[in-house]
């Protein structure tokens, strides 16, 4: 008999650049250290990921001391960015949000700019204690988030990742299987459950760091995104449509909302507290 434990964890620390693993990670109020702190923006202000720009997966943030990030690409010398100091302030539109962030140097723009082949800004969430609240419907009071889409974690797990690929291979398009699980992008990815055993959650630890399921990931084009090429395909969306549509969403995966902090560990058990 098997028991639910965590396989692999993973930050971004560029929203929609490449992930990294990890080992071992604290757990923030606002989600996994060093996750999201960092989004590219448009001349508008508004949030660019790769939804609009497939070939951000390739390009690679290594966390540096103090918030930094090293940047590279394929075919391009790396550039070291230090957090920015909150002495230029912007509002950007990330979604249906509006979030006060720090504006990277000037040289973080033109080296994104000339890699993506458009111009594009890089900003920081300096302080995301209170910038950004989540979804007051799905959270508590207090509740806030990083650069995320809208929930500080993002949970899949082995076995609906399989299942999936199941269903991928017996439908119209069996040769775009079977898919990675870096496509669906997660934080935390647990194994030893079974199919869709996610669905009935409502809390669950991982080590000791206890977490509310705050409701299912809708998923969108990202997933289609081979996250090493750049590439797209049409799954999974046309697998999640026949056969994960909730309501108006596709889905795979849950959001979480840490209740408290510590850190967590490849190997860790995982719980679960309440259905």
């Not at 990294?20 to 508004?46: I, Q, S, Y």
């Not at 230090?82 to 979604?95: C, G, Q, S, W, Y």
């Not at 935390?188 to 669950?204: L, M």
């Amino acid at each position: 008999m098997s028991f639910p434990v965590l396989r692999s964890a993973h930050v971004h620390p560029v929203k929609s650049l490449a992930a990294r693993a990890r080992d071992t990670v604290a757990v923030e109020p606002w989600g996994l250290d060093g996750d999201r702190r960092w989004m590219l923006v448009d001349k508008a202000a508004r949030a660019v990921t790769q939804r609009q720009q497939p070939s951000m997966a390739r390009i690679a943030a290594e966390p540096l001391p103090g918030g930094g990030v090293l940047l590279s690409a394929p075919g391009h010398p790396p550039l070291r960015v230090e957090a920015p100091k909150p002495d230029r302030m912007l509002t950007v539109e990330l979604h249906r949000d509006t979030v006060v962030v720090a504006a990277a140097p000037e040289d973080a723009h033109d080296w994104l700019s000339a890699v993506l082949g458009t111009e594009v800004r890089l900003v920081h969430l300096d302080d995301p204690s209170h910038r950004r609240p989540v979804d007051p419907l799905f959270s508590r009071p207090g509740d806030t988030v990083t650069l995320a889409d809208g929930y500080p974690l993002l949970m899949t797990t082995t076995s609906s990742l399989d299942a999936l690929n199941a269903l991928v291979a017996a439908g119209d398009r069996p040769e775009e299987g079977p898919l990675p699980m870096d496509r669906f992008r997660p934080n935390v990815v647990i194994g030893g459950t079974e199919a869709w055993a996610e669905d009935d959650w409502r809390r669950i630890s991982i080590g000791e760091v206890a977490f509310a399921v705050a409701k299912p990931c809708g998923r969108c084009v990202i997933t289609t995104t081979d996250q090493h090429t750049a590439e797209r395909g049409r799954e999974p969306l046309l697998t999640l449509a026949r056969h994960r549509r909730f309501g108006k969403q596709l889905v795979f995966g849950q959001n979480l909302i840490p209740e408290g902090t510590g850190v967590i560990r490849v190997g860790d058990p995982v719980r679960i507290l309440d259905r």
